[in-house]
C-alpha cells in the first residue's frame, strides 16, 4: 500500500479508522501555530476558554441542529449507552456551549459574555479533502449582544486572525436569513416556488420541502443548485429590523476596511440561525471550499430554557487551515540551533548549552550520541535547523565553537562564553522573520 508521496506504508489491523487521522510532525507544528494565535486573539479581545464535553445529550443536538438537518438526519455518531440513555458524540460545538451557559447560569456573568474552545468534533460522512468523521475546530461564541457591532467583532476578529496566519486569496460573504418576524413569509415563498419544480429535487430536497424549504438553498447536488437559479431572494422579503442591522453590518465592515460580498445563497446547514450568516471560502480548498463560518442565533439560548439572549458565533475547520497553511504559510517547528558535539567532553558542553537555552524558551537539539561531523550536518539538515553550533577538541582547547548559518552557508568562531548572547540575539531576530 502506498500513500499519496508514493511512499510504502505498513497494513495492519491496528490502522486507524476510516475518516479519522493522526496529526504528527511536521503538521502539528502548522496546528499549533493556528492554536497559539487563535489563543492570543481571543485574550486580546476578551474571549474566555470553555471546555466542552465530547459527548452530549443526543437531544442537545436534535433540538437545536434541526431534525431536517443532513448532521441530524443521517451523519451524528449516536448510540444508546448502559444506562439506556441516548448519547452523541459532539458534531458541532455552539449547541454545547449554550447549554453549559444555560446549565451554568453563565448568563449572571458581565455581558457581553464571551468563550472560545478547541477540540474535535465527530460526522459520519463521506471521507473526503477537507471533510474527516473526526474533524477538530476552534470555535467561538459572543452571548448577550443584539447589535451589528458584535457580528462586526466577530468578523473582524477572524479577518486579523487569517491576516496574522498570512493565508491569501480568502473571501468573506455575508447573508442575513431573516428572523421570526420574517422568514415565515419567506419560507412560504420557496415553498410555492420550489412545489412547481419537486419531481425534479433530490430525494433529501423533496423532504426539505415540507420541513425546511431554505435548506434546499444549502443542498449540494449540481441539479437542485440549477433548479434554484431564479428562487425567491431573502432581501427581498427582510423586516425592517433584519435589514436595518444587516445594512449596519455592512458599514462597519467597509470602515473598518473588511472586504466581503453579499451572498443572498448563504442559509448554512443548522436550523437555529437567524439573521447574519457568513462564510470564508478559499478557492485553493477544492468543493469543501469553507474554512470559517458561522452566524447569529438570538433564540437558542431560550429554546434551552435560558432567558432570551442574542448570540453570535463562527466556527474554524481546522484541517482546510492547516491545509491552507502548508500552501502558503509554512511554519515548521523546527530548531533554530543544532549542536554539534565531537567527542565525550564536547557532549557534555553541549548538552549544558543547549538546557540554558531551553531554559530561556530557545529551541535547539543537541544529539545525545556520538556522530561524525558529517552526520551531524546531514541530521541538523533534516531537522531544519537554522544554526549549527560545533564544538570540537581544538575549540575546546581555545574555548570557542564554531558556528554555521546553514541557508547562507555563512559561519564564524565565537567563545564558548557568548554562546548565550550571541543565540538570544538571532532567536530574536529569526522569530521576528518567521512571524
Not at 533554530?336 to 537555552?357: D, Q, V
Amino acid at each position: 500500500m502506498t500513500d499519496e508521496q508514493g511512499q510504502t506504508t505498513a497494513l495492519s489491523k491496528y490502522n486507524t479508522l476510516k475518516g479519522i487521522h493522526d496529526i504528527f510532525p511536521p503538521d502539528v507544528f502548522v496546528w499549533n501555530k493556528i492554536e497559539r494565535t487563535a489563543k492570543d486573539l481571543f485574550y486580546i479581545f476578551g474571549y474566555d476558554e470553555i471546555k466542552i464535553p465530547v459527548m452530549e445529550s443526543t437531544e442537545v443536538f436534535t433540538r437545536s441542529i434541526g431534525q431536517s438537518t443532513d448532521i441530524v438526519g443521517k451523519e451524528m455518531y449516536t448510540f444508546t449507552d448502559k444506562g439506556d440513555r441516548s448519547v452523541t458524540l459532539r458534531p458541532e460545538g455552539t449547541a454545547s456551549v449554550v447549554r453549559c451557559y444555560v446549565e451554568n447560569a453563565l448568563n449572571r456573568r458581565p455581558a457581553p459574555q464571551k468563550f472560545y474552545y478547541v477540540g474535535p468534533m465527530f460526522r459520519y460522512e463521506r471521507p473526503q479533502k477537507g471533510r474527516m468523521r473526526q474533524f477538530y475546530q476552534i470555535g467561538a461564541e459572543c452571548f448577550a449582544s443584539a447589535s451589528a457591532e458584535a457580528d462586526a467583532e466577530i468578523l473582524g476578529i477572524l479577518n486579523e486572525f487569517f491576516n496574522k496566519l498570512k493565508v491569501p486569496e480568502l473571501r468573506l460573504e455575508i447573508n442575513s436569513i431573516g428572523c421570526k418576524a420574517c422568514r415565515p413569509d419567506y419560507n412560504s415563498a420557496l415553498t410555492r416556488f420550489f412545489s412547481q419544480k419537486e419531481e425534479f429535487l433530490c430525494g433529501d430536497c423533496r423532504a426539505r420541502l415540507k420541513k425546511n424549504p431554505l435548506r434546499i438553498l444549502d443542498c449540494k447536488v449540481e441539479s437542485c443548485g440549477q433548479l434554484r437559479k431564479d428562487a425567491p431572494l431573502i432581501t427581498d422579503f427582510l423586516c425592517e429590523n433584519c435589514k436595518s442591522h444587516h445594512e449596519r453590518l455592512r458599514e462597519l465592515l467597509t470602515s473598518r476596511g473588511i472586504s466581503f460580498r453579499d451572498n443572498p445563497s448563504i442559509v448554512r446547514g443548522l436550523d437555529y440561525y437567524t439573521k447574519t450568516t457568513f462564510e470564508i471560502t478559499s478557492e485553493h480548498l477544492g468543493a469543501q471550499n469553507a474554512v470559517a463560518a458561522g452566524g447569529r442565533y438570538d433564540n437558542l439560548v431560550e429554546e434551552f430554557g435560558g432567558p432570551p439572549t442574542p448570540a453570535i458565533g463562527f466556527a474554524i475547520g481546522m484541517e482546510r487551515l492547516a491545509g491552507l497553511m502548508k500552501q502558503f504559510a509554512p511554519s515548521p517547528n523546527t530548531p533554530f540551533f543544532y549542536f554539534a558535539p565531537l567527542g565525550e567532553e564536547a557532549l557534555n558542553i553541549a548538552i549544558s548549552l543547549a538546557i540554558n537555552l531551553m531554559d530561556k524558551n530557545i529551541s535547539s537539539i543537541c544529539t545525545q550520541w556520538q556522530m561524525s561531523l558529517k552526520g551531524h550536518m546531514k541530521r541538523a539538515d533534516k531537522l531544519n535547523a537554522e544554526y549549527v553550533i560545533m564544538i570540537g577538541a581544538d575549540e575546546i582547547q581555545k574555548n570557542t565553537a564554531v558556528w554555521k548559518h546553514l541557508s547562507t552557508g555563512t559561519q564564524g568562531e565565537i567563545s564558548i562564553e557568548d554562546i548565550g548572547a550571541f543565540v538570544t540575539l538571532h532567536e530574536k531576530r529569526l522569530k521576528a522573520e518567521r512571524s
